[in-house]
């Protein structure tokens, strides 16, 4: 078992920053491609950003390149997601999510393990 917990969402307007953490424990962390999806109200849970397991490879949704960077540190077993030009779009609960292997995956049913989500709400 992975356990994923997620942090560091809240409010913000739009135009400004907010970096998401999400911390594992229970397994290798090193062993697992991580990514993060998000879900608005009233829409299906979608894709955002995906990064293998060392690093050093990336995969972002069209609708976040350029404005979000996903990092990882192996030695902390954490992810982040430095999320910068934040617009009203945004609004949703962001998810982390983790897929054993060394692959890239954007289909949420790649992933073997979820954390509970954190709220992220960006005001007009």
């Known amino acids: 078992q992975v356990q994923l917990v997620e942090s560091g969402g809240g409010l913000v307007q739009a135009g400004g920053s907010l970096r998401l953490s999400c911390a594992a424990s229970g397994r290798t962390f090193s062993n697992y491609a991580m990514g993060w999806f998000r879900q608005a109200p009233g829409r299906e849970r979608e894709f955002v950003v995906a990064i293998n397991h060392n690093g050093r490879r990336t995969y972002y949704a069209d609708s976040v390149k350029g404005r979000f960077t996903i990092s990882r540190d192996n030695a902390k077993n954490t992810v982040y997601l430095q999320m910068n030009s934040l617009k009203p779009e945004d609004t949703a609960v962001y998810y982390c999510?983790?897929?054993w292997g060394y692959g890239l995956a954007s289909e949420s049913v790649d992933y073997d393990y979820w954390g509970q989500g954190t709220q992220v709400t960006v005001s007009s």
């Open positions: 999510a983790a897929d």
